[in-house]
């Protein structure tokens, strides 16, 4: 049983059974056979066996279920003695599980239970152990920034992360953003640079280039801006004087603070041109988009959203862009993933310039790149430096080129499916419980929800649902009545839980618990109950697994 719980919990772990007085060679039967089909594990092909020398050997634990059965091997096998513990002191609790042999269903199912909830306890203890072993030192220099970031840990372990522009990064990703090239400043580019000492810096920027130039099949890259938004800034100054007209989607109908908002630098640098989705259907007009060009002749057209959850059509922005005469720029920092993985469609073919953030969908460190065709490149590389930016963060550029490897492999488009799938899901489960969705539904990574039928603001919405364990964040909708800091929308994503390993049914039951949430409003102890359940939840699905 505990055999069964261990390999279904962490598939990973290697866990074997054995008996003090096994026969050997019998099958799993009866009551316990019905629970284990029950919870889906498999056990066809178990049998038992005797506790034996080898087998503790190779064992780095050795877990029992009763203090007889410990104190028994103890004794028997002396040489082992230190490696033995009860299956409840090693989860940090304490007492006997009963043996349910003979016993009737009910009581192997209480027995199931139980040894399933310390099975959760070992491989969360195991799985804090690692990553605390990445902090060993901080923790005895600074206490301080060492509990606080451990909270943060615990914080993003514990609860469902919703939020669309947040992800989690692999340890691999991790390790590189703390390498040793935090150390090294390298202005310039490979070959060019004003330091000595960057021969690595150069591989690994170029590592990084060429990586992303496969993932995406562009032209060129540079991948030193620290941000999207610095990305953006690059391509603005490359083809832009101060004053030149700018056409992009208003920020309450989807766009970006970047492209133009008033209290941006885009807004205050440049004439802005917002366009504005359908307020009907949410959706895009791009008739009107072509009217909106030919009236006021553009130089750059930006296309790209930070929260709009259908497909953009690249293509139909080029040929307004090609009959305005304007410069076309993709901001993917969104849906690039999913652009890497064919799961949207792909505007390097139609656009002069594409920027990103390397988060979000792409699962990398948080930073930016532009893409272009090689007719940009030069003046691209001199805006990112010595433009707007000084010597690059080469450490993030590491951990961009890990980020990039990753998202070569076959797996990766899998996740990214996987990612459309949830959001889908999601959509479907909140549309059963009567939520009004921008757009109706989703093509991409994210859903906006339109609250005013349920009579609450964005702003509760966001608190409302923290307080039940679910990170979520208001979120302006077309034609939106409220204040920016109020809305009247919230913005929900799937790539953190699905990196977690989450599916359909999942993402039906967090649609049930956010609609829960706002039919509990004001009631403390629901509320309360919710975030339990979460939390039982994400012990399930933890982002940073024992390997």
Known sequence: MAEGIFKKKAPG????????????????????????????????????????????????????????????????????????????EYAGEQGDIPDPIGLDKEFYRKTFDIITGFVVKIISGLRNREIKNMFEHLKKTDSEVYEIIESEHRRQEDNLEMIASENFASFSVLEAASSFFTNKYAEGYPGKRYYGGCLHCDEIEVLAIERCKSLFGVEHVNVQPLSGTSANMAVYFAVLEMGDTIMSMDLSHGGHLSHGHPLSFSGRFFNIIPAHNDLKTGLIDYDELEKLALKHKPKLIICGASAYPRIIDFKKYREIADKAGAYLLADIAHIAGLVAAGEHPSPVPHCDFVTTTTHKTLRGPRGGMVMCRKEHASVIDRQVFPGIQGGPHMHIIAAKAAAFGEALKPEFRDYQAQIVKNSQALAEGLLRNDFTLVTGGTDNHMVLVDLRNKNMTGKEAQN???????????????????????TSGIRLGTPAVTTRGMKEAEMSRIAEFINQAVEARGDEKAIASIKDKVKVMTADFPVYKSE
């Open 464 to 486: 409302l649902l923290e307080d039940a364990g679910i990170t979520a964040n208001k979120n302006s909708i077309p034609g939106d009545p409220e204040k920016p800091f109020i």
């Open 13 to 88: 772990l290697k866990a074997s059974s054995a008996g003090i007085a096994a026969h050997p060679s019998y099958r799993i039967f009866g009551v316990l056979e019905e629970i284990l089909d029950e919870e889906g594990i498999p056990h066809e092909n178990h049998v038992s066996t005797q506790l034996t020398k080898e087998k503790l050997d190779e064992a780095g634990v050795v877990l029992c279920m009763e203090k007889c059965h410990a104190e028994y091997v103890r004794k028997s096998f002396p040489f082992a003695a230190d490696k033995v513990f009860l299956l409840s």
